[in-house]
């Protein structure tokens, strides 16, 4: 409350409460005191006050954005740091892995070189059991059967050795000289003719192949070669094996031209089957009684089954007696005794190996001679 004199009678005047009316104590005299204007320094200072204000409120919210970007960042960088811990855990989880794959590798790859040692120990004990130790075993077994001159196990044991030492050199000692322990397919020798058609060596021992052998030791042979040429009948006229002119050259000329009196005790008369042709329905005659003879379609069919087993090469001294022959291997047509397709001619063997059972005439001299035999070697 402010204190004012009074204009009239000096006394105290008091203002009232609002400021606007003063009221002296002892005249009653009240008179309206003008408010006087503000300062313009009020205001500045509110001025400065709003400007403080909003200063503060400025700086508040630069704070408040400041800790808003600190805490974003914060929570960025724990991320960061949460995703690198991530980062890591998975490269430990992945070496980890990587570390048990090449631990679990390298202990695969022990087992499998211990695996292939093993292999190949047992391999290499394999191989010399294989070609060592059975082989020298079994060449040891048929040197004691040549002592007990049990020449047939010899020879089979020794043929069955193959390359190992010289065991082929004494299984074809062995054959030459005891023929009766060949098996078929082997060759042997027996008797001589004239093969190189060089007539100051004299004659060539005769190589047979062996087609079938029974359980009494009987075997069936043929010529390895064919060893001459000629006509299976001289005149052009029907013919069957039983009276034709090549059965009487084979059973009389040739066995006393090829084999010595002990030789010749080898061969065996056999009864001779002389069945037709299968092909053209031709009968081949009656049967016979023969010491050597050509071989018949089924029997070249039967022990010579493949073309290739019935290529037949003629002998340098056949060749000069034929004419026909392969340009290079010198393979030739060989005669068989049973007829073509008519009694003027006889199957043969052509040069590729095929059968001609349509035959070729009996008098002509283009076939060449491969004699079969049973024997017997005692």
Request: proline residues 3%; contains cysteine.
């Amino acid at each position: 409350m402010s204190i004012l004199k009074c204009e009239m009678c000096g006394g105290t005047v008091v203002l009232e409460e609002n400021g606007s009316v003063a009221v002296c104590e002892y005249c009653g005299t009240r008179k309206t005191i003008k408010q006087p204007e503000k300062p313009a320094g009020d205001t500045i200072n509110k001025t400065h006050k709003e400007e403080k204000n909003n200063s503060q409120a400025d700086a508040f919210y630069i704070e408040n954005e400041r800790r808003k970007t600190e805490e974003a960042n914060a929570r960025a960088q724990q991320a960061r740091l949460e995703a690198e811990a991530q980062r890591l855990e998975r490269e430990r989880l992945s070496e980890k892995k990587r570390l048990k794959r090449k631990e679990r590798s390298k202990i695969l790859k022990k087992k499998i070189l211990t695996i292939f040692l093993a292999i190949v120990a047992i391999s290499a004990l394999g191989f010399l059991t294989v070609t060592v130790i059975i082989p020298s075993v079994k060449y040891n077994s048929a040197v004691k059967a040549v002592e007990a001159k049990n020449y047939e196990e010899a020879y089979i044991t020794f043929k069955s050795l193959y390359k190992f030492k010289d065991s082929q050199v004494k299984a074809e000692a062995i054959i030459k000289e005891h023929p009766e322990v060949a098996q078929i397919g082997d060759i042997i020798y027996l008797g001589a003719y004239e093969q190189d058609n060089n007539f100051s060596n004299g004659k060539e021992e005769i190589e047979w192949k062996v087609l079938d052998k029974d359980a009494n030791g009987k075997m069936l042979i043929v010529s390895r070669y064919a060893i001459d040429c000629g006509n299976y009948h001289s005149s052009p006229k029907q013919i069957t094996w039983e009276d034709s002119d090549i059965r009487k050259w084979l059973n009389n000329d040739f066995i006393a031209t090829a084999f010595s009196s002990k030789e010749k005790s080898y061969l065996q008369t056999s009864t001779i089957d002389n069945s037709g042709n299968p092909d053209y329905k031709i009968n081949g005659g009656n049967n016979t009684k023969d010491r050597v003879f050509l071989l018949s379609i089924d029997e070249a069919k039967r022990y010579l089954p493949k073309t290739v087993d019935r290529i037949c090469i003629a002998t340098k001294y056949a060749q000069t007696k034929g004419s026909e022959l392969d340009s290079i291997t010198r393979a030739c047509r060989w005669w068989l005794r049973s007829p073509g397709s008519t009694l003027y001619s006889a199957s043969s063997v052509k040069i590729d190996g095929f059968i001609l059972q349509l035959g070729t005439p009996v008098s002509i001299d283009i076939s060449f001679i491969r004699p079969a035999m049973w024997i017997e070697i005692k």
